[in-house]
């Protein structure tokens, strides 16, 4: 009778053993608990942010930057200009920017229009600087990457000249 109660011992020890390895912390998967580094999870809660809101702070925040004359390609500025004349319409502020956004962290790309006579290198260090401050302060994720594609540069009276001239003075 003492070797069965012995092998009951065992197995409750084994028992308990791997409940409790299942319950260390090297074996906890994100659904037990919080993730240990993550501003946007709590004991109460988590908070998860949309695509479109870290897309609309990187936006706003490339645009803070002085020399940045717009953001978007050829054919998003040229919409942008007919949506701006639409009585009621609003300008997107993501115009120029994707963005992909996972539970902690974040990755943006943008397209930018520069001002001539800036130094793009550094406008894009400045860019890439106030994207990754603003969209981490504002949402807690943690930006990886941001790349920058500089598709034009904005030249005073260039406009102008490809306005049609009228043939009547």
Known sequence: MSTTTTTDKNTDTKAAGASAENKSPANRTSSDA???????ASDQGTTTIA????????????REVRGV??????A?????????????ASASVGQGVSVEVGETQAAV??????????AIADLARAV????INAIEQMT??????VNINVNDVYIPGDEDENA???RVQ
Not at 34 to 40: G, Y
Not at 52 to 60: C, D, F, H, M
Not at 76 to 88: N, S, T, V
Not at 128 to 131: A, E, L, Q, S
């Open 76 to 88: 998003a500025r040229a919409f942008g200009a007919i949506r701006d004349r639409i009585p009621g």
């Open 51 to 62: 695509d479109i809101v870290v897309q609309k702070v990187a936006g706003l925040a490339a």
């Open 109 to 118: 790309d943008l397209e930018l229009v520069v001002e001539y006579g800036v």
């Open 128 to 131: 890439r600087r106030n994207v």
């Open 140 to 145: 807690g994720l943690d930006v990886v990457e």
């Open 164 to 166: 049609p001239s009228s």
């Open 34 to 40: 919080p993730a240990k580094d993550s501003k946007l």
């Open 69 to 74: 004359h717009d953001l978007g390609g050829g």
